[in-house]
């Protein structure tokens, strides 16, 4: 997932964004809400995880922006937001959830709590309850990063499975190269031009050679229906 942390205390942020990392996400971060709205403009970001105070401005103000920024444009207005509060903050909580906000967490927060709610929110946003993903004989469950074909476990890399999953929850709509890289990359990757072919040429090596579909110049996709 592509994730932008808006957090002001430098120590909260780094930490969070080192154990997403690890997780195999791309992080941008931000401590300001001019910053945030700047990246939200750039990016399509999957979820954005969002400290309420910041020092210029309440993040409820960033909140209200995303809700109710015109449909077909950047930002997305449907994009999954998680707030992250003080335990005493409990009027604030109550105000953000019904100004839109997904979900919150409290600080101090156990990282793998955050996790969860995100894969919840992502959830959402594709419109399912299911927590594992089914295509044909094959099953990718987002929590353990794990891929079973036929029911047997397939090896993936953690960028080969951040691919898998972003074609399989998009099926059949088509990914271009950009919109797969800006999910597994940060703004401040250094990016080799091949570097998504070659992850999808061993997907296919690994999965199928019909498992995801080329098209010429536009992208990828996964077909609605799975190859026999
Ligand atoms: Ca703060």
Do not use: C
């Not at 995303?66 to 950047?74: D, H, I, S, T, Y």
């Not at 156990?110 to 099953?139: K, S, W």
């Not at 999965?207 to 990828?220: A, D, F, I, K, S």
Request: charged share 30%; net charge neutral; no cysteine.
């Amino acid at each position: 997932m592509r994730v932008l942390v808006v957090e002001d205390d430098e120590n909260i942020a780094a930490a969070l964004a080192a154990h997403l990392e690890r997780a195999g996400h791309a992080v941008d971060r931000t401590p300001t809400i001019a910053g945030a709205w700047r990246a939200l403009q750039a990016e399509a970001y999957d979820v954005v995880l969002l400290d309420l105070g910041l020092a210029d401005g309440d993040g409820s103000v960033l909140l209200r922006r995303v809700r109710e920024a015109p449909v077909g444009r950047l930002p997305d207005p449907a994009m999954p937001v998680l707030i992250m509060t003080a335990r005493d903050e409990v009027a604030a909580r109550i105000e953000v959830l019904d100004q839109g906000a997904d979900d919150y967490v409290t600080k101090p927060f156990d990282p793998d709590e955050l996790a969860a709610r995100m894969r919840v929110a992502r959830r959402r946003m594709a419109g399912r309850a299911q927590t594992v993903l089914r295509h044909g004989d094959l099953e990718i469950d987002p929590a353990t990063r794990t891929v079973m074909k036929a029911g047997r476990p397939v090896e993936l890399s953690a960028r080969e499975f951040s691919i898998l999953l972003a074609l399989v929850d998009a099926r059949p709509r088509v990914l271009s190269r950009a919109q797969i890289e800006a999910k597994l990359y940060n703004f401040d990757s250094a990016l080799e031009s091949n570097a998504i072919e070659v992850h999808v040429h061993r997907l296919r090596r690994k999965l199928g050679e019909g498992m995801v579909r080329t098209v010429r110049g536009v992208g990828y996709y996964v077909p609605a229906e799975p190859s026999p």
